[in-house]
């Protein structure tokens, strides 16, 4: 049997947001996200939130990240920051869509630093790749939010899905 595991998968449109919540559990230690072919009526960029119980959304500025971008049009740069969110994966528009793999590891296990890493490709006309890593505080975290950064746009087409990685005896 796999260690990889699926355990859910959301197809959205018609919001600025969307949550997973109740993915990630003690019976996994690290979480794979996918995020393909983003799509919304306004280009902007992709936020990535972590949820905690009864789907409430994490919005702190606990995000610690480090990102390196690979620019299409200037130079590749590196930042890094605290946000309250964890780092934008990537830019995406109403023709070119945006898709992500984002690893989780430690989410639903308090006693242990909850680390993500990701790499993204967006808008060949903006952001042609991201690599990154984030690490937050203790504490449990149950799923994921994916929303478009600017409050008046609305995905029009994403397919998102959570999978876990899973140790067989």
Same mark, same amino acid.
């Given at each position: 049997m796999s260690a990889l595991r699926h355990i859910k998968t959301v197809n959205a449109s018609g919001v600025n947001g969307v949550t /997973?919540?109740?993915?990630?559990?003690?019976? @996994?230690?690290?979480?794979k996200i996918t995020i393909n072919n983003l799509l919304?009526?306004?280009a902007n960029w992709a936020g990535v939130? /972590?949820?905690?119980?009864?789907?409430?959304? @994490?919005?702190s500025s606990v995000y610690n990240y480090a990102v390196r971008e690979y620019n299409t049009t200037t130079s590749a740069t590196s930042r890094?920051?605290?946000q309250s969110s964890f780092v934008n994966p990537f830019y995406f528009s109403t023709t070119s869509g945006g898709g992500a793999v984002l690893y989780v590891a430690n989410a639903a296990r308090a006693d242990r630093t909850v680390m993500t890493t990701e790499a993204s490709s967006g808008s060949t006309t903006f952001i042609g790749n991201f690599t990154?890593?984030?690490v937050f505080n203790q504490d449990v975290y149950t799923g994921v939010h994916i929303y478009c950064?600017?409050?008046g746009a609305t995905i029009t087409d994403a397919k998102i899905s959570v999978f876990g990685y899973k140790k067989d005896l």
């Open positions: /997973l919540d109740n993915v990630f559990t003690t019976d @996994f230690d690290v979480y919304s009526d306004i939130r /972590l949820t905690q119980a009864n789907g409430i959304i @994490f919005n890094n920051t605290n990154g890593c984030s950064s600017n409050a």
